[in-house]
T-cell receptor
């Protein structure tokens, strides 16, 4: 199993540009989520999905869109990039939405917005 | 609302010395607690978790944590650290959302630096 994969690893955008961060998992997990990591802030939840076709907002959803058309994929879209979105983005998945399941993380995408 | 406080942002420790990374949580209901580790330029991986039962939880790489309900703490310990333990450590609590699913809420992290 490849686990959770993310592309690209690095990206530089100009303010106002849009892009999609890709996330895929091959573990047949129902639950997937996106976090951003900023220095001294820990990880903050952007959006999550409890299954194909079902998504919901996390703690910091503004400026981001998601959709979940398949179990495997959970892309994150930046609609109009802003310097405040400079961050490291992590995708994660787990078996289902229950409390006790281990969450598996991808290697991250480092995004810089100039 | 549940939250997690990691009391130290950075902890330097000499190789082969013991270490304790502190974590406190706030909650009025049953909690599920986790410690994750992030090595430089990598994603997070699970060290250990507390769901119920024994309050002393053992994890990978010689780490253990003790759940203390009266003090609302879940401190991480290792009796003898190695250079390879240099990483950032995150405490997390599983929080039930209004829709009924559970989300992980993370502390701000503690950077452990092991000094040769």
């Amino acid at each position: 199993n490849a686990g959770v994969t993310q592309t690209p690893k690095f990206q530089v955008l100009k303010t106002g540009q849009s892009m999609t961060l890709q996330c895929a998992q091959d573990m047949n997990h129902e639950y997937m989520s996106w976090y951003r990591q900023d220095p001294g802030m820990g990880l903050r939840l952007i959006h999550y999905s409890v299954g194909a076709g079902i998504t919901d907002q996390g703690e910091v959803p503004n400026g981001y869109n998601v959709s979940r058309s398949t179990t495997e994929d959970f892309p994150l879209r930046l609609l109009s990039a802003a310097p405040s979105q400079t961050s490291v983005y992590f995708c994660a998945s787990r078996v289902e939405a229950g409390a006790s399941y281990e969450q598996y993380f991808g290697p991250g995408t480092r995004l810089t917005v100039t | 609302a549940q939250s997690v406080t990691q009391l130290d942002s950075q902890v330097p420790v000499f190789e082969e010395a013991p270490v304790e990374l502190r974590c406190n949580y706030s909650s009025s209901v049953s909690v599920y607690l986790f410690w994750y580790v992030q090595y430089p330029n990598q994603g997070l991986q699970l060290l250990l978790k507390y769901l119920s039962g024994s309050t002393l939880v053992k994890g990978i790489n010689g780490f253990e944590a003790e759940f203390n309900k009266s003090q609302t703490s879940f401190h991480l310990r290792k009796p003898s650290v190695h250079i390879s333990d240099t990483a950032e450590y995150f405490c997390a609590v599983s929080v039930r959302s209004g829709a009924g699913s559970y989300q992980l809420t993370f502390g701000k992290g503690t950077k452990l630096s092991v000094i040769p």
